[in-house]
């Protein structure tokens, strides 16, 4: 290398090293105040190069963040404890646990203001965040006993804190109340501090340091609370007391709860029973309407009955008259045609078959005799003489009957 290019090398180097030394980068997330050898201050606020000129940089984060969580989770917040220790009206001390998150002024007067009071980051996370935070949660416990924030006030306690964080303490005022002492049972007369609110309601609030330095709270929670175990055993007794005062009250109430029922049932069963007489006696008197429209209807129905019947035996007499007079009538034709026939001819074929009739049994019975005997002894006949005394015996009943009957039996000339 040739001697004369090695100063203007050398030069160029040095101009660049102090040029580097001379500038800084802001990187998202902070701000960055420069203070210039002249005593100029300047604020980073946008992320990117700055230069120095030989002055001093002091960082801020953008947004600080407090965890007193009960857990430390690890995380990068600006500072970490477990827990804020406070102490209530009624002498009763707690821990309470939760997280706030605080914006920085990005403006820069009230950044150089704020710059000039606590010099560095940390200065105005421990110096002025985590003092107002704490002295926040401590005002509101002094608001109330530790069984109430137990109890009731925990939401209360929640928006009270953040309220007095943000926008500065309360202004309060002493209050005379009468109470009675646990520990001698006597009452006594307490002073106990009370917000003082203005003419439009709201809480009145003194001078707030955050205000003051353009820091604004963005961010708050209350995620738990301890309570000494004074006032754990404390709230557990009196809760065991008023579970048993609510317990006797509620016996109490019911015994009576159930003597009523017991009059309101013994009244509803005697109505019921009434009622059920009532219906007994309505369905008595239906069955007997009903047995009564059906006797009456049975009553008519044999009504009916009888008078059909009786129409029917006046038909039946009335054709019995008339079949009687038609036999009559018929009789009477009968019999004179049998007595005109009988006149004509005297009853001729009457006689006849009343005379054949008689013969035919004549015979009858003459055939069975033996009128010839079929031995003889002694001195011998005629054997014709039983022949002839039959014919005889038939001739004097043919003429007999032909008289009866007046039956001529010779053939006209």
Do not use: C
Not at 228 to 245: F, G, P, V, W
Not at 270 to 282: G, I, L, N
């Amino acid at each position: 290398m040739n001697s004369k290019f090695l100063p203007p090398i050398m030069i160029i180097a040095i101009a660049i090293v102090l040029l580097i030394m001379s500038a800084g980068i802001n990187d998202a997330g902070n701000r960055t105040v420069v203070q210039y050898p002249t005593g100029k201050l300047l604020v980073k606020f946008t992320p990117g190069i700055y230069m120095k000129w030989f002055g001093t940089a002091t960082v801020y984060r953008d947004v600080l963040t407090y965890d007193y969580d009960k857990i430390n989770d690890g995380g990068t917040s600006s500072m970490n404890q477990q827990g804020i220790d406070v102490r209530y009206q009624d002498g009763g001390t707690g821990t309470v646990y939760g997280k706030a998150r605080f914006s920085l002024p990005n403006d820069e007067q009230t950044m150089l203001a704020l710059h000039k009071a606590f010099r560095s980051n940390a200065g105005v996370a421990s110096k002025l965040i985590k003092t107002v935070t704490e002295e926040g949660m401590n005002l509101t416990a002094g608001l109330m006993s530790s069984e109430a924030a137990y109890t009731e006030k925990r939401s209360i306690f929640t928006q009270w804190a953040s309220e007095q964080i943000s926008g500065g303490k309360y202004q309060t005022e002493l209050k005379q109340i009468s109470t009675v002492d646990e520990s001698t049972g006597k009452r006594v007369v307490k002073n106990i501090p009370v917000i003082t609110y203005g003419d439009d309601g709201r809480p009145v609030h003194l001078k707030s340091d955050l205000k003051e330095y353009g820091i604004v709270v963005n961010g708050f929670q209350i995620t738990d609370w301890n309570f000494e175990q004074k006032t754990l055993n404390q709230i557990s007794t009196k809760r065991e007391a008023t579970m048993a005062i609510i317990t006797a009250k509620a016996n109490a109430e019911r015994a009576k709860q159930d003597a009523l029922t017991a009059e309101e049932q013994g009244k509803a069963n005697v109505m019921t029973a009434k009622y059920e007489k009532e219906v007994e006696k309505e369905r008595a008197v239906v069955m007997a309407e009903q047995n009564k429209e059906v006797a009456v209807i049975k009553a008519k129905q044999l009504v009916d009955v009888a008078e059909q019947q009786k129409l029917e035996a006046e038909q039946k007499k009335l054709a019995a008259a008339e079949y009687k007079q038609e036999q009559i009538l018929r009789g009477e034709g009968d019999g004179e045609y049998k007595r005109l026939v009988m006149e004509a001819d005297g009853a001729l074929a009457q006689k006849l078959m009343t005379y054949e009739a008689v013969m035919n049994r004549f015979a009858q019975a003459i055939e069975k005799q033996k009128w010839v005997p079929e031995i003889q002894m002694g001195i011998s006949s005629d054997s014709s003489e039983g022949g002839s005394n039959a014919a005889a015996l038939i001739d004097m009943l043919s003429v007999k009957t032909a008289k009866d009957l007046a039956l001529d039996l010779s053939l006209p000339k």
